[in-house]
């Protein structure tokens, strides 16, 4: 029984995400490979196979894959299932856009978002916006696993001595095409793997607001810069920022909560961050029941306050 985890990478390094899902894999049983399908990605093979628990390192290297397309991806790792038992993709935008691709041409069910791993059977997953979890147990010979990066610890990126097979790459399904891409560009760590995030809701009250209020306490700590889906909806912070159940999931060592109120979509997004902070004016708000720390005071009046202090 081998587990076969599939690497998300930009062809030069590992992404952070991988990291978790490779402590995921080792809980499963059995050895564990990782496929790193990319084009020109040399530099990620050797850093997957540099990963601690790792025991060999699959490289794909194709023009197909210089742009992560879903349907190339899939492809190649249906060639690789038949010698694998369980199949794990990190459960970012990536990960959800290829598991589902193989589990069903596998025709096996998808265990989405995976936050344990009981035996090689059975997982634990969250559902209801993370208010209850489920346990699942699956009888697929091969199991097409998404995991929640949060619930477990990344493994270690160096240590390991992993052999790395170099691998016939599939040829391009010509179903799909790159043709463009639009990115924004941010100099502060990316939120899914940034160790202190500084959020803001819709209490901001203008992205101008948002800017001059959070930015500094964010510039002081180092930090990335979040926003609850209400603030997003209003246009004070741009989509790739949103937290919540409908944006990205972080579990960061703190989570700084400044004017949300704490819907059970944003909940759903941070409640598993080490230590949240809390800072709003309404003593009712929802937030303050997750919260470590909690600031009952004018977010316009503390945060710059807490900025001088630090």
């Not at 935008?93 to 290829?98: D, E, L, R, S, T």
């Not at 703190?254 to 997004?269: D, N, P, R, T, V």
């Amino acid at each position: 029984m081998a587990a076969l985890v599939i690497a998300e990478h930009d062809h030069a390094s590992i992404k952070g995400a991988t990291l978790n899902t490779v402590t995921a894999a080792l809980q499963c049983g059995g050895d564990v490979h990782v496929l790193v399908a990319g084009h020109n990605a040399a530099g990620a093979a050797a850093a997957a196979a540099q990963i601690a628990g790792v025991s060999k390192v699959l490289h794909a290297d194709a023009e197909g894959f210089a742009h992560g397309l879903a349907e190339n991806l899939a492809a190649q790792v249906l060639a690789l299932a038949p010698a694998y038992s369980h199949l794990l993709f990190p459960a970012t935008a990536a990960g959800k856009n290829v598991a589902p691709r193989v589990a069903a041409l596998l025709d096996v069910g998808q265990i989405s978002e995976a936050s344990k791993v009981i035996s090689a059977d059975t997982f634990e997953r969250p559902i209801y916006a993370g208010n209850a979890i489920a346990t699942v147990q699956s009888g697929d010979a091969i199991k097409v696993i998404t995991v929640r990066t949060t619930g477990f610890d990344a493994a270690a990126a160096a240590g390991g001595v992993a052999a790395v097979e170099s691998l016939a790459a599939l040829a391009d399904s010509g179903s799909s095409a790159f043709l463009g891409s639009e990115i924004a560009r941010n100099d502060r760590p990316e939120l899914t793997a940034a160790k202190i995030i500084v959020s803001g809701g819709r209490a901001m009250g203008s992205s101008e607001k948002f800017n001059d209020v959070l930015t500094p306490l964010a510039d002081k700590l180092g930090a990335a810069l979040g926003a609850s889906r209400a603030a997003v909806d209003a246009g004070y912070a741009p989509n790739d920022w949103q937290v919540g159940q409908t944006g990205k999931i972080v579990a960061p060592a703190l989570y700084i909560a400044c004017g949300i109120s704490g819907a059970i979509q944003h909940l759903a997004g941070m409640k598993d961050s080490k230590v949240i902070v809390a800072i709003n004016k309404d003593a009712e708000a929802p937030i303050f029941s997750v919260a470590d720390y909690g600031l009952e005071a004018d977010l316009f009046t503390a945060v710059p306050e807490l900025v001088a202090a630090l």
